[in-house]
């Protein structure tokens, strides 16, 4: 099929809001994508406005000019209650999901198939379909249930890529690290990025001169 990736993003209540809206910035920004179709659950609402100051509540155009400073045609914005959204049927091909950052309640509700909003549901149909799904899970520390349900996603195939920032790149802001977090997440997906932090072997000073 020759057209740009179709991606999910469901946005939780965990903390880490400016993940999210990092990476939907650039994956409206890369000429690999298509459309992305977002969706925030009610807790993810409220970090969201906790962590970035702004107000995504509802539907609107105005959701896709909070976060991303304009409007995109290229995003759409579903309600957490709407199950009867594209990205809840299999049939709508959405080429992969990323929930970001991802709650460990959704992650419960995700690794045991309870779908009662539309981020689980649509979780649920990627995992069904055999596409491509990854939880940035955010917690600390984390118990034997957060464990648990991780191993079991991770054995149904589901990618695990917790918000854990590196430091081998040198970062010199918070932006540098979520930067470098949202390049690792682009290349898992396939989307094409100009990323000036990866590893080449033992060459710190050259990090360090592009600053
Ligand atoms: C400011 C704030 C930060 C939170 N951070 C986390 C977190 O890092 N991880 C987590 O699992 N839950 C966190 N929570 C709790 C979740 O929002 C809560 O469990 C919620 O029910 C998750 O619902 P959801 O998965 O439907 O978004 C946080 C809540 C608030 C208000």
């Known amino acids: 099929m020759n057209r740009g990736k179709r991606i999910t993003i469901g946005v939780t209540g965990a903390s880490g809001a400016i993940y999210a809206r990092h990476l939907l910035g650039e994956l409206e920004r890369s000429a690999d994508v298509e459309r992305i179709d ?68 959704s992650l419960a509700a ?9 981020v689980h549901r649509a979780a649920d149909v990627i995992i069904k379909e055999n596409r491509l799904l990854m939880l940035v899970p955010r917690e600390t520390p984390l118990n034997v249930i957060h464990l648990e349900n991780m191993l079991k996603l991770a054995r149904m195939g589901v990618r695990i890529v917790p918000a854990m920032p590196g430091f081998y790149h040198f970062p010199q802001s918070i932006g540098d690290l979520i930067e470098h977090f949202t390049h690792r ?16 072997g033992s060459q710190p000073a050259k990090l360090r001169r592009q600053e």
């Open 110 to 118: 995700i690794a045991n198939g309870v779908t009662r909003d539309l």
């Open 185 to 200: 997440l682009l290349d898992h997906l396939g989307v094409s990025h100009e990323q000036r932090t990866r590893w080449e």
């Open 38 to 105: 977002l969706v925030i659950t009610q807790a993810g609402v409220r970090v969201v406005n906790e962590e970035l100051g702004i107000s995504v509540a509802g539907t609107d155009r105005r959701v896709v000019r909070e976060l991303l400073g304009r409007d995109s045609e290229r995003v759409v914005v579903h309600s957490a209650n709407d199950i009867g959204a594209t990205i809840a049927s299999g049939s709508y091909l959405s080429d992969a999901m990323v929930v970001l950052p991802c709650s460990m309640g």
